[in-house]
């Protein structure tokens, strides 16, 4: 028995299409997110420069571009299929960087606005469809998901340590102008290197019914996984980002440049757990891991609201982004291990739904939990949320074992 000349050469390109596929989502992920990195700090800047924007305008911002997210996210599961990986993802970057030269064009605040809110549709067609891609890979589901976290990551690192200077030497419309650069180069490397190609379906055949929310939903842990991830969102958004350097200045006595040197220093707490969770997810049980780093967010959270100066502050900040980025690709990379494949594009679709409610509602609700208890409520609201979610996963597991 040998290998004709047409599948030995199939069996020798597939390594090297599958590689040059996987750099082009990594290499896509890594721009999109440095453009998003260019633009965050300097958005506020800018709507205050040129709408003389008050809080409420500048917080209003970011729930439309959530908002925006929100609603494409499961039009986006459902064409996957049907549109082409490709295609979407490429229409969605190049939606955004529209997106970008309309936001300079705009004189009122409103159309300002619409645009955002464009923008985040752009944004969840691609990283719907980036993370369906990696989460077909099924060889090693938990490196690629983490690959993928982690140049996420670096592109925002990057961009959001080069925006403030940016926005200062280049003018207040080049942070839009670069996002919309970074997002056709992204869109460039996604037409060249491809997407890797969809895993074949364990099912025989899929029927309209098994692609309904209903077949999901009895898919053991999904729902979990959408809870955890929307708890996990609306806890990184509700108190780490917008809470968690008040807490410093007010109860920790920190500046203000400490307060950015200490959250640099769990992006790299995050960068290393991701590593971490990739290389040993793959041979554990990922929803054992899951409690586990669940358990420990908590902990961390918890202890927070006993601990004083700066140096503690760093090793406690150091733990929250490792906890954090341990747990970030779990619950996806367990869904993609449950579900089928031919079901992997609508289910991400309804985990990122999840997870973008969770990011709108988590503000809403700690901040004013804050204002009436008090501002060390939050953190043991969540570190609670957290302890309760890792004994769920933990009580799942031994059930499903």
Request: aromatic share 8%.
């Amino acid at each position: 028995m040998h290998l004709s000349n047409e599948d030995e050469r199939q069996r020798l390109t597939e390594p090297r299409a599958d590689w040059r596929a996987g750099f082009g989502v990594l290499g896509a992920a890594f721009l999109f997110n440095l453009g998003q990195g260019v633009l965050r700090p300097s958005l506020p800047l800018y709507l205050r420069d040129a709408f003389a924007a008050n809080y409420r305008m500048v917080t209003l911002i970011p729930v439309v571009f959530g908002a925006g997210k929100w609603v494409a996210n499961l039009p986006t599961g459902y064409l996957l299929d049907r549109r082409g990986r490709r295609s979407l993802s490429i229409v969605g970057l190049l939606v955004i960087a529209v997106c970008d030269v309309a936001s300079i064009v705009v004189v009122n605040y409103v159309p300002f606005l619409t645009a955002r809110g464009c923008a985040g549709m752009g944004w969840a067609m691609f990283a719907t469809v980036a993370t369906t891609a990696m989460v077909n890979r099924a060889g090693g589901r938990g490196r690629a998901l983490s690959r993928l976290l982690m140049a996420e990551t670096l592109g925002l690192l990057i961009g959001s340590a080069a925006g403030g200077s940016v926005y200062a030497h280049r003018g207040p419309t080049s942070p839009f102008i670069l996002e919309a650069g970074c997002m056709l180069m992204a869109a460039a490397v996604v037409g060249w290197f491809g997407l890797p190609a969809a895993a074949r379906p364990v099912a025989t055949t899929v029927t309209s019914e098994g692609r309904s929310v209903r077949h999901l939903v009895r898919v053991p842990g999904f729902v979990l996984m959408c809870c955890t991830n929307a708890a996990v969102m609306g806890i990184q958004t509700g108190v780490l980002v917008f809470l968690f350097p008040l807490y410093l200045v007010e109860r920790g006595a920190v500046s203000p440049q400490t307060v950015g040197h200490l959250i640099a220093l769990s992006v790299l707490g995050r960068l290393f757990a991701l590593w971490l969770a990739g290389r040993t997810s793959d041979r554990r049980s990922r929803i054992s891991m899951l409690a586990l780093g669940l358990a420990a967010f908590g902990i961390v959270l918890g202890t927070l609201v006993v601990v004083s100066g700066t140096p503690l502050f760093a090793v406690w900040r150091l733990c929250l982004g490792a906890t954090a980025g341990f747990v970030a690709g779990l619950p996806t990379t367990i869904i993609g291990d449950r579900v089928d494949p031919s079901l992997h594009g609508i289910a991400i679709a309804w985990l990122r739904t999840a997870t973008d409610a969770g990011m709108l509602l988590g503000p809403l609700v700690m901040g004013p939990l804050a204002d009436a208890v008090d501002l060390a409520m939050p953190f043991l609201m969540a570190a609670i949320m957290s302890c309760a979610l890792a004994w769920a996963c933990q009580r799942h597991a031994v059930t499903t074992s």
